[in-house]
């Protein structure tokens, strides 16, 4: 697909889902971050109903550094993978306590570095927390879209990444993060798309192979 005809297409998805934005509550970069580790493998709707006990119990790094692995591991329970998650977060929590004096890194190297941090949970932090979009986090929901639409045969995120940051231009990039996910669960939908009401189906090469 043509570099202008990819911004119609952005431009048409941004017409359609106007209010998009991040879906996880927090207040600080830091409660961002503990809500994107547990939204691996978990609806942000369930990380949201989670997180105010979490944050009423340990606010702070240092809380999360010092709680209980196990006490920890009962209030992650909700999200799933809790055992993997409560590790992460406390390392995480106990690296950004003594090595960044309480404050969440603001660039992708640094964040990539901690336990529990991909480029996925970077890019979001890196947005979300600082308004300073580095990338597009391709969750479930842009990897099928990209795939579908054609604008990356790859399968592996990375390189579907690397494939959108090719052809999207970076002032795109924020609107990109949110209105794939929103067309992923509203429309796009994994196991029923509703490709009748898909304000971008003529630029789908999926939708092209079932006409
Ligand atoms: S036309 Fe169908 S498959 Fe293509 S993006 Fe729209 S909903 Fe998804």
């Known amino acids: 697909m043509k570099k202008e005809e990819v911004i119609k297409l952005v431009e048409t998805l941004k017409d359609t889902y106007k209010d998009a934005k991040c879906s996880l509550d927090f207040t600080t970069p830091f409660e961002l971050l503990v809500a994107v580790i547990l939204s691996a493998q978990c609806t942000d709707e369930r990380v949201n109903k989670t997180t105010p006990t979490i944050f009423a119990k340990c606010a702070t790094p240092k809380q999360f550094a010092d709680i209980d692995i196990k006490e920890l591991e009962e209030l992650l329970h909700p ?10 977060i406390k390392a995480t929590a106990k690296i950004i306590h003594e090595k960044y004096n309480d404050e969440v890194p603001q660039t992708m190297e640094e964040l990539m570095k901690l336990p529990g941090v991909g480029r996925k ?6 947005l979300e927390a600082f308004d300073n979009p580095q990338g597009i986090a391709v969750d479930t929901h842009c990897k099928r879209i990209a795939n579908k639409i054609g604008l990356s045969k790859e399968s592996e995120p990375e390189k579907i990444e690397m494939d959108l940051l090719k052809i999207i231009p970076k002032e795109y990039y924020k609107d990109v993060n949110h209105i794939f996910i929103w067309h992923g669960r509203n429309t796009c939908i994994a196991r029923n798309p509703k490709c009748e009401q898909c304000s971008v189906k003529k630029y789908c090469k999926e939708n092209a192979k079932n006409e």
Request: with cysteine; aromatic share 12%.
């Open 79 to 88: 999200c799933g993978f809790y055992k993997n998650k409560a590790k992460n």
């Open 121 to 126: 949970t970077a890019n979001v932090v890196m």
